[in-house]
């Protein structure tokens, strides 16, 4: 069963059950070429709300290694995909016009797609100058997301799509990640079993 916290934006409802702190393993198991790469990992994963209508999200991992060698950072945004309007802030800092939209469960339920889904959109930003838009859709507690574009710094290594899959069972946050990286077709890459520690 799926608590919803009072107080929450309406936008952020559909996406709720991901709010608080995640902590568990995982799995990296990615080929490139012949090669086959095989390491298991520790994650902490943080969804927060600061009141606006989208999720903060943070990601650390590090290898389950005798130094505990800290592996990869990610932080982004998750929202409920739908066009921009004039109650919404932005571009910048530029304030919205009242009324700000969707303000009740009513009127997010307009926004249900025809799945009985919500589609979202999730932008993700890595420091090794890798930037992720993802699209998709979160229905009931699964979120399945595809890459809408990848940007590259002129530094960064070789990335082109990623596919994610986020699921609640059992009250574990489950996720499984595919890339296309280094040359490599869309493949498996890594997995994790998060369970909430806050």
């Known amino acids: 069963m799926?608590?919803?916290?009072?107080?929450?934006?309406p936008e952020i409802v559909p996406l709720s059950f991901l709010l608080g702190v995640w902590e568990g393993t995982g799995v990296i198991d990615y080929t490139i070429g012949d090669e086959k790469v095989n390491y298991e990992f520790g994650q902490r994963i943080s969804f927060s709300q600061d009141g606006?209508?989208?999720?903060?999200?943070?990601?650390?991992?590090?290898?389950?290694?005798?130094?505990?060698?800290?592996?990869?950072?990610?932080?982004?945004?998750?929202?409920?995909?739908?066009?921009?309007v004039d109650g919404d802030p932005g571009p910048a800092m530029l304030p919205g016009a009242d009324p700000r939209p969707y303000a009740s469960t009513e009127a997010v339920e307009t926004l249900r797609n025809a799945d009985?889904?919500?589609?979202?959109?999730?932008?993700?930003?890595?420091?090794?100058?890798?930037?992720?838009?993802?699209?998709?859709?979160v229905k009931s507690a699964r979120i399945d997301l595809a890459t809408d574009a990848v940007m590259r710094s002129h530094s960064a290594k070789q990335y082109s799509a990623a596919t994610r899959i986020y699921g609640l069972v059992q009250g574990h946050l489950l996720w499984a990640w595919d890339i296309a990286a280094l040359g490599q077709d869309l493949r498996t890459h890594a997995s994790a079993r998060l369970a909430r520690v806050d």
């Open 2 to 9: 799926i608590e919803i916290p009072t107080g929450l934006p």
């Open 52 to 84: 606006l209508p989208y999720l903060n999200y943070s990601s650390y991992a590090w290898l389950l290694d005798e130094k505990q060698t800290p592996l990869v950072t990610e932080m982004g945004y998750w929202r409920l995909s739908r066009p921009a």
């Open 116 to 137: 009985e889904g919500f589609d979202i959109e999730v932008s993700l930003l890595h420091p090794g100058g890798v930037d992720e838009l993802y699209i998709g859709q």
